[in-house]
Nanobody, 120 residues
Framework: QVQLVESGGGLVQAGGSLRLSCAAS????????MHWYRQPPGKQRELVAA???????NYADSVKGRFTISRDIAKNTVYLQMNSLKPEDSAVYYC??????????????WGQGTQVTVSS
């Protein structure tokens, strides 16, 4: 069993910053890619940022230059530093990880989501 626990969401004014964290725990042998998704009200979930096991990063065009994804492999934790936030960044943010479990099975894991609200 693998769990992802997110933290760091909240309410911030436009132009402000937030840092999201997502810690994985449980039967983990290794973690391959880790991702942050978001889902605005009434819209589909979209990929925001991704980081591979080797540290390669990718971002949605809408957040390039403002958001930074990073990870601490030893802590099985991924972060999302969000700067210059805009009202359109408001959404529930979800962490996702591709985990190789102790039984050497690959498993998709999702966090419970954390709300980010940016006021204008």
């Amino acid at each position: 069993q693998v769990q992802l626990v997110e933290s760091g969401g909240g309410l911030v004014q436009a132009g402000g910053s937030l840092r999201l964290s997502c810690a994985a725990s449980g039967s983990i042998f290794s973690i391959n890619a880790m991702h942050w998704y978001r889902q605005p009200p009434g819209k589909q979930r979209e990929l925001v940022a991704a980081i591979t096991g080797g540290g390669r990063r990718n971002y949605a065009d809408s957040v390039k230059g403002r958001f930074t994804i990073s990870r601490d492999i030893a802590k099985n934790t991924v972060y999302l530093q969000m700067n210059s936030l805009k009202p359109e960044d408001s959404a529930v943010y979800y962490c996702h990880a591709v985990v190789v479990t102790g039984a050497l099975n690959e498993h998709d894991s999702w966090g419970q989501g954390t709300q980010v609200t940016v006021s204008s």
